[in-house]
């Protein structure tokens, strides 16, 4: 049986609609469209916005609903407006565990990430023990509130175990995905005469680890003529992107761009290495897997998911998300080019375990039980 399918999300699009954010969440959200398209749904997303109408992908509506408000890290207030625009809607999907606090329409899943807690700034968000006790609630009412918790990570469920043992039944474990034809090694030749080229394929933010791997590309470049630093993601807005690119345009081998997903496979098939310095809120990196199955050596850190996906000295480096441990790794790696071969050969074959079929699998038996549907599949090319 299919059904109509109501998704809600924080922002697939900024809230204006004008500019596209080209995230992991964001094309793991376009997958999602695809998959549910196939299994026979019809598909109907909302998001914050100022009352437009996009679409996600082509025949697939994006509403934006008016919102400002996000106490105790919730948003009730577009939950509410969701819950009576989709009433109609079969089935629902809450894109981010926290959405489905205080309601959630019964036949219905939500998404998490990775934890988001870890962030330093939390504390902010709850200062005093009674606004951390009633974020707790919020977050505890949100996961049992649906039939179904997709967690893209181990580290999240191992928290809710050891947090509300009761509530562990409802996570089902489905990593992100690489696709793993368009992701795939490239001849790498002897390097003799050519630099060695670092990529960092995240958005430009604090929580990636913008600071440091700035500070680590500063430091790497003056120190070794024959490295480059590619600076490739996007940042909260124009105003900082111009900035990201008048700072790498005034330091030689430093380069600061954004690409769309589908050339980000050049990127990483021209990288030697590629940095992961996530500081918090991490699941499964898209871009980590995509640097692996692209056979690059990955620097990253022991947060969120990231353990999940690379184990320290075979399949990568695990460092502390510090400008000095990013320096320290990258010249490692620079002076060792049979420890950057071994881990980008291991890198893909981790990478293998982790492609789109096992995704779309893992997310197909979700659905069912939580829908109660068992639809056939049919691939739309």
Same mark, same amino acid.
């Given at each position: 049986?299919?059904?109509?399918?109501?998704?809600?999300?924080?922002?697939?699009?900024?809230?204006?609609?004008?500019? @596209?954010?080209?995230?992991?969440?964001?094309?793991?959200?376009?997958?999602?469209?695809?998959?549910?398209?196939?299994?026979?749904?019809?598909?109907?997303?909302?998001?914050?916005?100022?009352?437009?109408?996009?679409?996600?992908?082509?025949?697939?509506?994006?509403?934006?609903?008016?919102?400002?408000?996000?106490?105790? @890290?919730?948003?009730?207030?577009?939950?509410?407006?969701?819950?009576?625009?989709?009433?109609?809607?079969?089935?629902?999907?809450?894109?981010?565990?926290?959405?489905?606090?205080?309601?959630?329409?019964?036949?219905?899943?939500?998404?998490?990430?990775?934890?988001?807690?870890?962030?330093?700034?939390?504390?902010?968000?709850?200062?005093?023990?009674?606004?951390?006790?009633?974020?707790?609630?919020?977050?505890?009412?949100?996961?049992?509130?649906?039939?179904?918790?997709?967690?893209?990570?181990?580290?999240?469920?191992?928290?809710?175990?050891?947090?509300?043992?009761?509530?562990?039944?409802?996570?089902?474990?489905?990593?992100?995905?690489?696709?793993?034809?368009?992701?795939?090694?490239?001849?790498?030749?002897?390097?003799?005469?050519?630099?060695?080229?670092?990529?960092?394929?995240?958005?430009?933010?604090?929580?990636?680890?913008?600071?440091?791997?700035?500070?680590?590309?500063?430091?790497?470049?003056?120190?070794?003529?024959?490295?480059?630093?590619?600076?490739?993601?996007?940042?909260?807005?124009?105003?900082?992107?111009?900035?990201?690119?008048?700072?790498?345009?005034?330091?030689? %081998?430093?380069?600061?761009?954004?690409?769309?997903?589908?050339?980000?496979?050049?990127?990483?098939?021209?990288?030697?290495?590629?940095?992961?310095?996530?500081?918090?809120?991490?699941?499964?990196?898209?871009?980590?897997?995509?640097?692996?199955?692209?056979?690059?050596?990955?620097?990253?850190?022991?947060?969120?998911?990231?353990?999940?996906?690379?184990?320290?000295?075979?399949?990568?480096?695990?460092?502390?998300?510090?400008?000095?441990?990013?320096?320290?790794?990258?010249?490692?790696? @620079? %002076?060792?080019?049979?420890?950057?071969?071994?881990?980008?050969?291991?890198?893909?074959?981790?990478?293998?375990?982790?492609?789109?079929?096992?995704?779309?699998?893992?997310?197909?038996?979700?659905?069912?039980?939580?829908?109660?549907?068992?639809? @056939?599949?049919?691939?739309?090319?």
């Amino acid at each position: 049986m299919s059904g109509r399918v109501a998704i809600l999300t924080s922002n697939h699009l900024e809230p204006s609609g004008m500019r @596209q954010v080209y995230g992991g969440a964001e094309r793991y959200g376009v997958e999602l469209t695809h998959l549910l398209l196939d299994l026979g749904h019809e598909v109907e997303w909302w998001q914050i916005g100022n009352h437009w109408k996009k679409e996600i992908i082509p025949g697939v509506p994006l509403r934006g609903v008016p919102e400002s408000d996000f106490p105790y @890290q919730t948003m009730p207030h577009l939950n509410q407006v969701f819950f009576e625009q989709a009433v109609d809607a079969d089935f629902a999907i809450y894109f981010v565990t926290f959405l489905a606090y205080p309601t959630a329409l019964p036949r219905s899943i939500s998404v998490s990430h990775g934890i988001y807690w870890d962030h330093p700034g939390t504390d902010k968000f709850h200062a005093t023990e009674p606004e951390r006790e009633e974020w707790m609630r919020r977050l505890q009412l949100a996961i049992g509130a649906v039939r179904r918790v997709v967690s893209v990570d181990t580290a999240t469920i191992n928290w809710v175990r050891a947090t509300w043992p009761t509530l562990a039944q409802k996570f089902s474990y489905v990593p992100n995905f690489v696709d793993l034809d368009a992701f795939h090694p490239a001849d790498r030749p002897d390097r003799a005469g050519r630099r060695l080229r670092v990529a960092f394929p995240r958005r430009a933010t604090t929580v990636r680890g913008v600071n440091e791997a700035g500070k680590a590309a500063l430091w790497l470049t003056e120190a070794d003529p024959d490295i480059e630093v590619h600076f490739v993601g996007r940042a909260h807005d124009d105003g900082m992107e111009r900035t990201m690119m008048a700072w790498a345009s005034s330091h030689d %081998r430093l380069f600061y761009y954004w690409l769309p997903p589908h050339l980000m496979p050049d990127l990483y098939r021209h990288a030697d290495v590629a940095w992961i310095p996530s500081k918090s809120s991490e699941g499964t990196s898209l871009a980590c897997l995509e640097a692996m199955a692209s056979g690059c050596a990955v620097i990253t850190t022991p947060v969120g998911g990231l353990p999940d996906l690379v184990q320290d000295n075979y399949s990568g480096l695990l460092i502390e998300p510090t400008a000095r441990g990013l320096y320290e790794a990258t010249v490692r790696l @620079q %002076r060792d080019p049979k420890l950057r071969e071994r881990l980008g050969r291991h890198a893909r074959e981790v990478a293998e375990t982790f492609g789109l079929d096992r995704w779309r699998a893992g997310w197909t038996a979700a659905i069912e039980d939580a829908f109660g549907t068992a639809p @056939q599949a049919t691939p739309t090319g």
